[in-house]
């Protein structure tokens, strides 16, 4: 094996162990504040914490880690999450709960950039699609691990166990960052400009896929923060809604498993424009059905844009980006996303007061039918 084969091994493992811990955190944290009594107003400070830092320190991220390498970078965001997971761990406040969010908030930002940006380097190009799927599954992987974990400490420990559960796994992930990041590749000499965090806008296809990569993001957020409520809305129950999300968890999954075999066959952008029409077909369909079975295939379909739009949009802007701002570009890939996750929900929300959920989910198609459109770009206005 080689040290580049290690190296990309290396980001996968410490990457499941950060979003194992933010799925820990986020169930642990909130129903925590819960059990103190906390309000609603409280409980949605603590969850939000886990997020906010990624408007922060998602894009110097990047930036340091294209000039200066990402092993250091990993080590203290792991451990910083490592600390900060110690004070709820002992104090039973909402204000050390917000400190743990917060600090847990900070290793994601971090290690999501720095793991997108490190694929991308740790990847031949004809490895890079499968690679990307690879990381994308991370995820998933979390998803289903974190929760499980942490519901067995809470119910058998209690809360403060729970949350050293998770300064023991950031523990573990800055030592392994610390005693294997010597494989991780180093920075590289300022691109010509020096330090400018808009350079990587200047690139007409950089722009274009971020716009892309923001669509996806406000059309994930619709779908998920509203399908559940149309479908209490008809009269569903809390288990028929769990079923919908599952068969949309399968599909994605799915996706980012094939996603490579997929490449061998077609262009990126015709895999984007798929996924988007995948998207509006979903939205388009969802306001027409009532039945639990029809809207389970419903979020089976959109599990389908979720699967294969996610890992595109992350090579596609790698592979765009002018040398040494790989990770500046994908830093602002995740700052915007994230800025779009802070106020796509009030948008959605207020929408869909003013008109209903069947004008949101038609809009929302309408939207991913032009990003479908606008994936295939124009190559040659954007050399």
């Given amino acids: 094996m080689t040290n580049q084969q290690k190296a990309l091994y290396l980001v996968f493992a410490q990457n499941t162990i950060v979003f194992t811990v933010l799925n820990v955190a986020r169930i642990a944290l909130s129903l925590y504040a819960l059990h103190m009594g906390a309000g609603a107003t409280e409980v949605g400070l603590v969850v939000a914490l886990l997020y906010v830092p990624s408007l922060f320190f998602s894009l110097p991220a990047g930036i340091l880690a294209d000039r200066h390498g990402s092993r250091w970078l990993l080590v203290a965001s792991s451990a910083v999450t490592a600390a900060g997971m110690l004070v709820p761990s002992f104090l039973d406040t909402v204000p050390a709960l917000c400190i743990g969010s917060f600090a847990v908030g900070v290793s994601l930002s971090v290690s999501n950039v720095l793991g997108q940006n490190l694929v991308g380097q740790l990847s031949t190009p004809a490895q ?42 950031s523990a573990i992930a800055a030592l392994l960052a610390l ?16 330090v400018n965090i808009f350079a990587s806008l200047q690139s007409p296809a950089v722009r274009r896929i971020l716009m892309l990569s923001s669509v996806a993001q406000i059309g994930f957020d619709s779908f998920n923060s509203f399908m559940p409520v149309y479908a209490h809305g008809i009269g569903l129950s809390a288990s028929a809604i769990g079923v919908a999300l599952s068969a949309f ?23 984007m424009a798929g996924g988007f029409i995948c998207g509006a077909l979903a939205f388009f369909l969802l306001p027409v059905f009532k039945l639990a079975a029809a809207i389970s295939v419903i979020a089976f379909i959109f599990g389908i844009f979720g699967g294969l739009t996610q890992p595109i949009a992350m090579m596609m802007l790698y592979n765009a980006s002018e040398e040494g701002r790989a990770g500046e570009a994908m ?53």
Avoid at 131 to 156: E, K, Q, T
Avoid at 179 to 191: E, K, V
Wanted: charged letters at 15%.
């Fill in 179 to 194: 005693t294997w990041g010597r494989w991780l590749p180093g920075g590289q000499p300022s691109p010509p400009g020096g």
């Fill in 249 to 271: 968890a399968v599909a994605s999954l799915a996706m980012r498993a094939v996603i490579s075999r997929l490449a061998k066959g077609w262009p990126e952008e015709a895999i």
């Fill in 128 to 169: 890079r699609m499968r690679n990307f799927g690879n990381y994308a599954l991370v995820g998933a992987v979390s998803s289903f691990v974190g929760p499980l974990m942490v519901g067995l400490v809470i119910d058998h420990a209690g809360f403060p166990p729970a949350c050293l559960l998770a300064v023991v796994m």
């Fill in 331 to 383: 830093g602002l890939r995740i700052t915007i996303n994230n800025f779009m996750r802070v106020i796509g929900p009030t948008v959605f929300g207020a929408t869909a007061r003013t008109f209903g959920l069947a004008p949101l989910f038609l809009g929302s198609g309408v939207l991913m039918l032009f990003a479908a459109y606008r994936s295939f770009g124009n190559r040659e206005a954007e050399k």
